[in-house]
């Protein structure tokens, strides 16, 4: 049975896929990551990177080089690579890298409602959004100068009317804070992208829901201690918490109960998974933070996806991991640059 | 000497006495001028160590507040754009009072916060904890900064009004005063020569005097003696056989 499967995923060309992206994944390795801890100069940094499967792709920028400037370049290069994907991906896999657009759609258009409800101009925010989240209806929404002109137009022309028709409204546009309207469309979206990947079923169910699932249980561990101290109630912060973790139904009851970090700690470590992420986590100098075993873990995950074939999950992982790539190269450029070296060794391997 | 090296004034004793005055207020003044002067350049050396302190300060803090930018990016994602939209009040005002220092009015910058804090959700999902940090960190070298810019503010007017205070001691002591000095000195030399000048002219009268006095006296002597003669002259008696040596008038003998 899995011959045929295997004929019949590697017909449909997602296996030309799969194969590109396995190639495209080979990133660097940790001889890499050492040789980049070592550099004293940005230059310096970029001649390492020539050397790596990065190749000359800061070959044509004007010195001095700059950290934003490297961290634009290194984004370029993941959006094409992920481009050129999508563009030879047609009806489920097409469907499948759509939902992983989406997320970034969602930052873009809370962007855009931002800058609506502040009058800013289209040629303004354009720019600063992110390029794998682009959509072609975008335009539309910014001409829009009430908040109802503008929650019809996302209704209408968005890929993302489904998310704001489930949970928000017109008047939670704009009452809402624009980080709730922003955590309920993750949640919303987080939970179709689940329901999608369970029904597909297979490979794919099996590595997208588990990653999936730990996304789910990650954001409502971080909502609670982030939302400590804050006017954010103890309902609000209930209704963002996506359903589709370990954690639900019970564990996020008690998460959504809880006061202190002591109590998230106690609620998390019923679940065999977390209990090791909570360990050896703390806020001296040197101890890792709960968000970076967090990061280590979804690492771990993505990483394992690799290790069965003829799935979807493989993509998903791709994008991952080299976006957490493109952010340790980003981390020790930074460190590199501010001369702050004493945490240039807190980026999280890859391996 | 010239007369602009002192006031054109005539000489006379109230004129010396109103001088004098004149230079017991000029040394006063010089005196107190001399204390403001002093005070002020206390003030100033500590302001001047209080911003080298404020200075390197701000080096840590702002090092440490752009890497904690770099930490809150990496595990928060790129957070500015929404930050920068969201942008309304500013949660951070500066008000502007005066402080006095000897007389000087320096101006004093102080910081005080308007309104909550309307960040408060971002990066709920994630970095939250990155970003408070973030917040405290540039806060506080927002605060540093107001006090900097306070602290140079009052070196700038302190150092002006150093510079003017110092301009009229020495104005006071090396214009004035020497000026008065010498339109004192001056009336003093007039009325000594004046005083001489009534002296000789006093002597001089004498003199005139004691000659006409003398003349007189001559005169008088003179007088006298005819008169003496006179006098003598009757008493000579009859047979007084006039000889041909008195010197009388001899009558002319005509025949």
């Known amino acids: ?351 | 000497m010239s007369s602009h090296d002192r006031i054109d004034i005539f000489p006379s004793r109230m004129n010396l006495t109103i001088m004098k005055t004149r230079l017991k207020g000029a040394q006063k003044g010089h005196s107190l001028l001399k204390k403001k002067a002093d005070a002020l350049k206390i003030k100033f050396h500590s302001i001047l160590k209080k911003i080298i302190e404020a200075k390197q300060l701000m080096g840590e803090i702002m090092k440490e507040a752009a890497f904690s930018l770099a930490e809150a990016k990496f595990s928060g994602g790129d957070f500015s754009h929404v930050v920068l939209q969201n942008v309304g009040k500013a949660q951070m005002k500066v008000r502007s009072k005066t402080e006095n220092v000897a007389g000087v009015k320096l101006p004093v910058f102080e910081h005080y916060e308007d309104g909550t804090d309307s960040y408060e959700l971002t990066g709920l999902s994630r970095g939250g904890e990155q970003l408070t940090r973030l917040k405290k960190n540039y806060s506080k070298a927002v605060k540093l900064l107001v006090e900097l810019a306070s602290l140079q503010t009052s070196f700038v007017t302190l150092d002006e009004s150093i510079k003017i205070t110092n301009r009229r001691v020495n104005a006071i002591e090396h214009v004035i005063i020497p000026k008065i000095e010498r339109t004192i000195s001056y009336i003093i030399t007039e009325l000594d020569e004046g005083e001489r000048e009534e002296f000789f002219r006093l002597k001089k009268i004498q003199q005139k005097k004691e000659i006409i006095r003398a003349a007189q006296e001559k005169v008088r002597k003179q007088w006298e003696k005819e008169q003496e003669a006179k006098r003598v002259l009757k008493f000579i008696p009859a047979n007084h056989v006039p000889s041909i040596l008195d010197d009388k008038d001899d009558e002319d003998l005509l025949f």
């Not at chain 1, 009430?146 to 546009?173: G, H, M, Q, R």
């Not at chain 1, 050896?280 to 990483?303: A, I, R, Y």
Request: with cysteine; proline share 3%.
């Open chain 1, 1 to 351: 049975l899995n011959f045929v499967f295997f004929i019949y995923f590697a017909v449909n060309t997602s296996g030309f896929l799969e194969g590109l992206v396995r190639g495209f994944k080979n990133g660097l390795s940790k001889e890499d990551y050492r040789h980049l801890t070592q550099c004293d100069t940005l230059e310096d940094l970029k001649l390492h990177l020539q050397g790596t499967g990065y190749g000359h792709f800061l070959a044509n920028e004007p010195s001095p080089l700059t950290v934003s400037v490297i961290d634009e370049k290194l984004r370029e290069k993941l959006v094409i690579e992920f481009e050129y994907i999508r563009n030879h991906a047609y009806k489920d896999l097409a469907t499948f890298l759509d939902f992983i657009k989406y997320s970034y759609m969602i930052d873009n258009i809370i962007l855009l409602i931002t800058g609506t409800l502040h009058q800013r101009q289209l040629s303004e925010l354009l720019p600063k959004c992110h390029p794998l989240g682009i959509f072609d209806q975008m335009e539309t929404v910014t001409i829009a100068s009430t908040t109802a002109d503008l929650y019809n137009a996302i209704l209408v022309d968005s890929p993302l009317a489904p998310f704001f028709k489930e949970c928000i409204s017109e008047e939670d546009l704009n009452e809402m804070n624009i980080e709730i309207i922003r955590n309920t469309l993750y949640k919303a979206y987080l939970e179709a992208f689940y329901d999608w990947c369970q029904q597909k079923g297979g490979a794919t169910a099996d590595v997208m829901c588990e990653i999936l699932a730990f996304e789910a249980d990650r954001r409502s561990i971080i909502i609670t201690i982030n939302s400590f101290g804050t006017e954010l109630t103890k309902e609000d912060r209930a209704k963002l918490y996506p359903r589709r973790g370990k954690l639900y139904p019970d564990g996020l009851l008690e998460l959504s109960k809880a006061d202190e970090y002591e109590a998230v700690k106690r609620v998390s470590e019923l679940y065999a998974e977390y209990k090791p992420l909570f360990d050896g986590t703390g806020n001296n100098p040197g101890d890792k933070t709960l968000e970076d075993k967090f990061f280590e873990h979804e690492v771990t995950l993505n990483v394992n996806s690799f290790m069965q074939q003829f799935q979807y999950g493989v993509f998903y992982s791709y994008v991952k991991l080299k976006e957490q790539e493109c952010r340790n190269i980003i981390w020790i450029a930074e460190c590199i640059a501010q001369r702050h070296r004493a945490k240039i060794d807190s980026y999280i391997p890859i391996m």
